[in-house]
């Protein structure tokens, strides 16, 4: 599992912080990669932006607390088109759930 993180520097652009190769996706796996950027930077960032991993989204929660956890619109967008389109003929509906 390669697992890049990225930031914003000054001028708007995405700079490459650090990435890793994990070997499993679990919870503890996340937990020792979080801590491992954490004692490099010292400290966490204010948001984190991820996909829908449980594994991931516990250990943001143990590890980075005071970090703001948001999913990424690219992976909601990805995963809404095969779980909310329906198609009636040649007409697609779309439904949105508030």
Request: include cysteine; charge should be positive; proline fraction near 5%.
């Amino acid at each position: 599992m390669f697992v890049p993180f990225t930031g914003i520097d000054n001028h708007n652009r995405n700079v490459t912080l650090g990435a890793a190769i994990l070997g499993s996706e679990t919870a503890e796996t996340y937990s020792w990669l979080l801590r491992a950027i954490k004692n490099a930077y010292g400290y966490a960032p204010p948001v984190i932006v991820t996909d829908q991993d449980p594994a991931m989204k516990r250990a943001i929660a143990d590890v980075w607390p005071e970090s703001r956890h948001r999913l990424c619109m690219w992976h909601i967008m990805d995963k809404l088109t095969t779980k909310v389109w329906v198609s009636y003929g040649r007409v697609l509906f779309f439904f949105i759930f508030v």
